[in-house]
């Protein structure tokens, strides 16, 4: 049975119970939200070795941070400490997105020895093995791609995208109606490429049915992936994004037939005023299913800075009712991320999801903005370091400027605290 079929027929699991607890909300809330599909759990498969963690509808906004080495840079050690350093900066989930030699070393550390969900994109793996043992990615076999899917699920991969809505008609469309940056999804060019190889269709949707015995056998969540999400401003909610988006639907509700938990994924590069419009129009189509969105990207410019412009965005779209983000670094669109990329985009993503939640939950969120402005009026340093996101960084900023007095360098002796000490101000 599912955990799915579990929360239908009305079970409080102890699993349920412990994601509501982090929620701090009634088990019998969460359990409702699982059995409609509007919210996923998802950390169970590790067993106590991982935490338990809940996306979706009135939940606190949660983030993920990619990991995983390129053809390019491939170092073991290197890929586990950016995991344990998105782990320690307050990432809820982490994917593995290696392409490289060796991607099946790399996710069993990443499983093995992280306390967090662990989401992978099979087709990365068919495509790599296929050059490989081939010499081209599409030569990929249909088997092969759904034996990947498996062998993640055996491991205990707790999430996986699935580029099941990029079918052979859609596909067909592209050079018809070319797009200013193309299919920017990788998973999406592999399949794209394949469809238009073989002149057949996409074999995720071809076998999904197949697909959802998988994912009910060994219990993990499908991510429908956006193959076709817009990589410019200039492709932004276009057809092509449309007609992914009104296959996903359909891909939903037949998980949900399944007992499957779902989420959905989403753009992408888009402006800043179509952003509510897309988290509306995902969550209606999809019937509230949780969304997860990358970024989104409200600017094509700000190379070097995306994971600012990626915040800027995910508080928007998180605001608007998105559930998950996928943290961007500042290296995107450059470089593979660094280990101090990871720490700047994971508290980037944090402080946009925080943003929005003070908004979504109320006091639920905003009494740590309390605590952080009363601390403040007091001149607390100590508890505004433990407030921060980033304690280590707010101290070291702090100590940067040496100061006579218990104010910082900003103001120093005209500090607003120490000409009007808190008590006098009515500051509680
Ligand atoms: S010195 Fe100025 S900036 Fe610094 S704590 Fe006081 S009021 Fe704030």
């Known amino acids: 049975m599912t955990v799915m079929d579990e929360a239908r027929r009305g079970r409080i699991t102890e699993e349920v119970k412990a994601a509501a607890k982090e929620e701090g909300l009634e088990p019998e809330k969460l359990r409702r939200g699982i059995a409609s599909g509007k919210i996923i759990l998802t950390g169970y498969a590790r067993g106590e070795r991982c935490k338990i963690v809940a996306v979706g509808e009135g939940l606190r906004t949660k983030v993920n941070a990619n990991v995983g080495a390129s053809s390019e840079f491939s170092n073991i050690k290197i890929e586990l400490e950016k995991a344990l350093t998105a782990v320690r900066y307050g990432a809820d989930t982490l994917m593995d997105l290696s392409t490289s030699e060796d991607l099946n070393e790399i996710r069993r550390l990443i499983l093995k020895e992280t306390p967090l969900p662990v989401g992978t994109v099979p087709i990365y793996q068919a495509g790599v093995e296929a050059i490989r043992k081939h010499g081209a990615i599409v030569d990929m076999g249909e088997d092969e791609v759904l034996r990947v899917v498996e ?126 419009a897309n988290v509306v129009l995902h969550k209606s189509l999809c019937k509230g299913a949780p969304l997860y969105l990358l970024g989104p990207i409200v600017t094509d410019i700000g190379a070097g800075y995306d994971h600012i412009v990626g915040a800027v965005g995910g508080a928007v779209a998180a605001m608007a009712g998105a559930d998950f983000l996928c943290y961007v670094t500042p290296s995107e669109h450059l470089a593979l991320p660094t280990v101090e990329d990871v720490r700047e985009g ?54 940067k400027g040496k100061t006579k007095t218990d104010a910082c360098t900003m103001c120093g002796q005209y500090c607003v605290y120490r000409i009007l000490p808190a008590k006098q101000t009515g500051c509680i």
């Open 346 to 399: 994971v508290i980037a993503a944090r402080l946009a999801a925080h943003c929005a939640d003070v908004v979504k939950l109320g006091e639920r969120a905003s009494r740590h903005d309390l605590e952080m402005a009363q601390a403040r009026a007091k001149l607390d340093w100590e508890t505004m370091y433990k407030l921060s996101l980033d304690p280590v960084r707010a101290r070291e900023v702090r100590e």
């Open 151 to 276: 062998n993640h699920a055996k491991e205990g991969v707790d999430f996986m995208t699935i580029h099941a809505g990029i079918t052979q008609g859609i596909t067909a469309q592209l050079a018809e109606h070319p797009r200013v940056a193309g299919v920017v999804s990788r998973g999406g060019v592999f399949l794209a490429s394949w469809i238009l190889h073989h002149k057949a269709e996409n074999p995720f949707y071809k076998n999904f049915d197949y697909l959802l015995e998988i994912a009910r056998s060994y219990d993990f969540c499908i991510s429908l992936g956006d193959s076709l999400r817009p990589g410019s401003l200039a492709d932004a909610s276009d057809w092509f994004q449309i007609q992914e988006l009104l296959t996903v639907q359909k891909l939903v509700e037949r998980c949900w037939r399944a007992g499957v938990q779902v989420m959905v994924e989403g753009p992408g590069h888009l402006p800043l005023n179509q952003v509510e």
